[in-house]
């Protein structure tokens, strides 16, 4: 069956830095957009990257861009969030999805189950 499972989410201190990782499987992580979203308490879901198929282009939301980068190692079936000069409102449960659209998802997208991330000192 399709799944997708995030992890790496840990504690961490503000400025430091983080790699998220999202694996697939029962599909190829190679055929699809997959984006990554959070989660903070008592906020809405914020779609915060999206890269297309084939790894050709990105889409970055203004709050995190030039500090996370998304790469995929399709060996593996896994694409990676890279997390730089983490900021307290960087904490979040993160998820990544298939089918996103920008900072959306689609009816269809498959979501993992989540990664907390925690930025305090």
């Known amino acids: 069956q399709a799944q997708l499972v995030e992890s790496g989410g840990e504690l961490v201190q503000p400025g430091g830095s983080l790699r998220l990782s999202c694996a697939a499987s029962?599909?190829?992580?190679?055929?699809?957009?997959i984006g990554w979203f959070r989660q903070a308490p008592g906020k809405e879901r914020e779609g915060i990257s999206c890269?297309?198929?084939?790894?050709?282009?990105?889409y970055y939301a203004d709050s995190v861009k030039g500090r996370f980068t998304v790469y995929r190692d399709n060996a593996q079936n896994t694409i990676y969030l890279e997390m730089n000069a983490l900021k307290p409102e960087d904490t979040a449960v993160y998820y990544c999805a298939t089918n996103c659209v920008g900072s959306r998802w689609s009816p269809v997208s498959a979501w993992g189950q989540g990664t907390h991330v925690t930025v305090s000192s």
């Open positions: 029962g599909f190829s992580l190679e055929r699809f957009a």
């Open positions: 890269t297309s198929s084939s790894d050709s282009s990105t």
